[in-house]
């Protein structure tokens, strides 16, 4: 194939990159994978979220709403307020295996092998 020539990218695979860029375009942001991962080890209130990051409600709201339109987390009413948990293990995974990346990421940066 001449090198000028592109090869057509699988239709398939474009349906699923256009599908997958602003959900991942949602976690590019420090604060909402934060959130995200916190979420990832167990179903949260904003109140809870708030504990743990240190940000103000209407922050940690404001970040939620990104993760909640791309279907990547879930709201359950109880009481007066919301319970925010990982929509599912599909995303649940991969994020919590993402965070080990981290982990390994600063051990190679003192030294491993």
Known sequence: MSPTLQAQPDAA???KARTLAP???ALGDETRLTLL???AERPRSVR??????GLS???VSHHLTPLREQGLITATPK????????CCDEI???VQ???GLADTARGCETGCA
């Open 57 to 59: 409600q209407t922050l």
């Open 23 to 25: 959900q991942l375009k």
């Open 97 to 99: 295996m993402l965070a």
């Open 13 to 15: 695979i474009t349906a």
């Open 37 to 39: 991962l916190l979420l």
């Open 79 to 86: 009481g007066r307020s919301n319970i925010y948990s990982v």
């Open 48 to 53: 809870e979220l708030t504990d743990a990051t």
């Open 92 to 94: 649940a995974v991969p």
